[in-house]
């Protein structure tokens, strides 16, 4: 005989209408839940609002992001192709500029022939940015995850079809277990399920 441990995860709530589901996320907001969540079948205009999200983080790492790219193209190529190191003192990178000298039509080959750097700063400043828009996004929200604890509940497949559902997960600091299902019942939510994941 083989006993599996389980933990709870949350309440999973349903909700009959978008404006019901909408009215329960202002309620579930005001109350002071952090660790909640609603699922559709299709965006809702304004939810965002209603569950009080605040606005992404992402952009500021995006930015700091591109300008990593940014210094490490200007930084590269000002090694290998210019005397700017030997000019401020460091004689001993001179080598590298001297060893890869970009020449163009006998032009200069120092710090003020930027617009030559310019094609490998652009594409250095936009592959980075695309990489910390992946990875930071992944890390955000939790992903690679292989399996959601809410996907063993057979009522939450609906979610897909015409389905309306609030979440609020165990970890939130105000979670109890009465509290919060009598919460949901009193914002109007039908088959309150307690979702326990496998640990």
């Given at each position: ?74 930084t590269?190529q000002?090694l ?39 094609p ?18 992944l ?20 979610f ?10 165990a ?10 299902k ?14 326990e994941?496998?640990?």
């Open positions: 005989m083989s006993t599996t441990l389980k933990r709870v995860h949350g309440f999973l709530a349903e909700f009959d209408s978008v404006q019901d589901l909408y009215h329960a996320a202002e309620h579930v907001r005001d109350a002071g839940y952090q660790r909640w969540d609603v699922h559709t079948p299709f965006p809702i205009h304004g939810m965002d609002h209603a569950m009080g999200v605040k606005r992404s983080k992402l952009p500021y790492f995006v930015f700091f992001g591109g300008m990593t790219g940014t210094c490490v193209a200007f590269l000002t290998t192709q210019t005397t700017f190191w030997s000019d401020i003192g460091f004689g001993f990178l001179q080598t590298l500029a001297e060893t890869y000298p970009t020449v163009v039509q006998a032009k200069p080959t120092h710090i003020w022939t930027l617009p030559a750097f310019f490998v700063m652009f594409e250095l400043t936009i592959l980075f940015s695309a990489f910390t828009v992946l990875f930071g996004l890390s955000m929200i939790g992903l690679p995850r292989l399996n959601h604890p809410l996907f063993v509940s057979k009522r939450f497949a609906k897909s079809d015409d389905g309306f559902f609030v979440c609020i997960e970890r939130d600091p105000k979670f109890s277990q009465e509290g919060t009598s919460f949901l019942e009193k914002l109007g939510g039908k088959n309150i399920e307690l979702v994941d496998d640990i």
